[in-house]
């Protein structure tokens, strides 16, 4: 069993829909949760963390956690061209030391 | 204010051959990551240095070694150089308080 797993996609959605990203992992220690974005031939750029079960928004991003079951997701509303990419789930498992364990990605296509 | 830099941004070495790859972490940053991450695959977690010791390492060879500075900045060292060692090699720095890493723009190489 892979540490993190996302589905790897593509996953097309048309302009101005949710788009709807999933994550599970396996290490019941994990303490942070990320999702970071990777353009093509560019590097990763964080764009959500989240520590504590239930939702957190930023902007047209939501992440959502549930540790017990061992699921993180990401929602982006109203999605546009420009968030076409890769999204990596990262999970932490000490907040404060350690490494992050990425998933394989899921890229997302948004058609106009 | 500059976030990560890396360099050189690309490499071609020749199987058998040594690389060492470069990082300066954003400022204000203290720990410093390593990432190698091949096509189409999330980041795999090469190893971590804090305090100029080499804290977490992941599931890669003695070849891989690293090091850091008291500046903070960091080396990446690779010897016998192998086809599969052909990646985009990513670093990461963060300040020891907070999770969320900051990537540099990495450093491709390619091993003929």
């Known amino acids: 069993q892979k540490e993190v797993e996302q589905n790897s996609g593509p996953l097309s959605v048309p302009e101005g829909a949710i788009a709807s990203l999933n994550c599970t992992y396996s290490?019941?220690?994990?303490?942070?949760f990320f999702w970071y974005r990777q353009y093509s031939g560019k590097s990763p750029e964080l764009i959500m963390s989240?520590?504590?079960?239930g939702d957190k928004e930023d902007g047209r991003f939501t992440a959502q956690l549930n540790k017990a079951s061992q699921y993180v997701s990401l929602l982006i509303r109203d999605s546009q061209p420009s968030d076409s990419a890769t999204y990596l789930c990262a999970v932490n498992i000490d907040r404060g030391l350690g490494d992050m364990r990425f998933g394989a990605g899921t890229r997302l296509t948004v058609k106009p | 204010d500059a976030g990560v830099t890396q360099s050189p941004t690309h490499l071609i070495k020749t199987r058998g051959q040594q690389v060492t790859l470069r990082c300066s972490p954003k400022s204000g940053h203290d720990t410093v990551s390593w990432y190698q991450q091949a096509l189409g695959q999330g980041p795999q977690f090469i190893f971590q240095?804090?305090?100029?010791?080499?804290?977490q390492r992941g599931n890669f060879p003695d070849r891989f070694s690293g090091h850091q500075f008291p500046n903070y900045s960091s080396e990446l060292n690779v010897n016998a150089l192998l086809l599969g060692d052909s990646a985009l090699y990513l670093c990461?720095?963060?300040?020891?308080?907070?999770?969320?890493?900051?990537f540099g723009s990495g450093t491709r190489l390619t091993v003929v």
């Open positions: 989240i520590y504590s079960n």
């Open positions: 290490d019941r220690g994990s303490q942070s």
């Open positions: 240095y804090y305090e100029e010791e080499e804290r």
């Open positions: 990461a720095s963060r300040d020891r308080g907070r999770s969320g890493y900051t």
